[in-house]
């Protein structure tokens, strides 16, 4: 298993990855839109050749940066991948001189509200209608 940033040939596993683990339907373009923005932003972890976990975040301010998706494949979760993901990514921002990171996640998803909580957010408020399906969201923050 490894570690490393995001490439464009990753594309069609790390759709495959947030089709099956996140509510919203996201048009494939959309991954390669992000990478001139922050390449060291979209990290991925592969096992035997295929992508099963990845995280995709963005600097949305000087000292700040937003982590816009975060899925492990079903088989891989509860192993640590998503921690190890998500530290990665604040070492990144580190380099970047991030010192706060935020994010959003559905409101009825608790295993991912509990998921940040673990890693140092708190939850900051409530978003309504946050996502497509006029679910709301809440938003959390980190300090780093
Ligand atoms: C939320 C998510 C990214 C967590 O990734 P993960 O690799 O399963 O998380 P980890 O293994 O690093 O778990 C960290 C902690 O949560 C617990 N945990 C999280 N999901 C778990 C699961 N499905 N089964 C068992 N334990 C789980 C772990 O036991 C661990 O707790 P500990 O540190 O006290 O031991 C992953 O479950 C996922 O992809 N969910 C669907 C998509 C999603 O909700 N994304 C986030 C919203 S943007």
Redo the contacts with the bound molecule.
């Keep these: 298993m490894q570690i490393r940033h995001f490439h464009n040939r990753d594309l069609v596993d790390v759709w495959q990855v947030a089709s099956d683990?996140?509510h919203e339907r996201y048009d494939p373009s959309i991954f390669t839109q992000l990478v001139p923005f922050w390449p060291d932003g979209l990290l991925v972890i592969e096992d035997m050749g295929r992508v099963v976990?990845f995280v995709f975040g963005v600097m949305s301010g000087v000292q700040h940066a937003r982590?816009l998706?975060?899925?492990?494949?079903r088989n891989?979760?509860?192993?640590?991948?998503?921690?190890?993901?998500?530290q990665e990514f604040f070492r990144e921002c580190g380099k970047k001189g991030v010192r706060q990171v935020s994010?959003?996640?559905?409101a009825s998803?608790f295993?991912?509200q509990?998921?940040?909580q673990?890693l140092g957010f708190f939850t900051v408020r409530r978003v309504p209608k946050y996502y497509s399906d006029g679910e709301d969201g809440i938003l959390f923050l980190r300090y780093l």
């Design positions: 683990a996140l976990a982590v998706m975060l899925a492990v494949e891989y979760r509860g192993a640590g991948l998503g921690t190890l993901l998500t994010l959003e996640v559905r998803n295993a991912a509990r998921f940040y673990r």
